[in-house]
């Protein structure tokens, strides 16, 4: 059984940094994609980066590229998202995930495994 563990999160000021991280417990397939996801209060769940298996593709959202940072350490199956410049509309649960490779990189939906979420608050 694959567990995933966000950690990371908290309160901080706009313009600050934060590293969220994403452990995985159980075994992950080599070939899966891993990606982050927020979800803001009476929001649904956005698509906000992700990483191919090889490490070698990534995908941003508009919203963050440029300021977001997503990385993988294979050998620790633990998945980062450096989050630097925070703003006022970052706020939210980040979710990370884990499935197979997927065209579909940005719907939730073709993601098999999911964490608890670690919350992002960035005060203006």
């Known amino acids: 059984q694959v567990q995933l563990e966000e950690s990371g999160g908290g309160s901080v000021q706009a313009g600050d940094s934060l590293t969220l991280s994403c452990a995985s417990s159980g075994r992950t397939s080599s070939t899966y994609g891993w990606a982050w996801f927020r979800q803001a209060p009476k929001k649904g769940r956005e698509f906000v980066a992700f990483?191919?298996?090889?490490?070698?593709?990534?995908y941003y959202a508009d919203s963050v590229k440029g300021r977001f940072t997503i990385s993988r350490d294979n050998a620790d199956n633990t998945v980062y998202l450096q989050m630097n410049t925070l703003k006022s509309e970052d706020t939210a649960v980040y979710f990370c995930?884990?499935?197979?490779?997927?065209?579909?990189?940005?719907?939730?939906?073709?993601?098999?495994?999911w964490g608890q979420g670690t919350q992002v608050i960035v005060s203006s």
């Open positions: 990483i191919s298996a090889s490490g070698r593709s990534e």
């Open positions: 995930a884990a499935g197979p490779r997927s065209l579909q990189y940005f719907d939730p939906a073709v993601y098999s495994f």
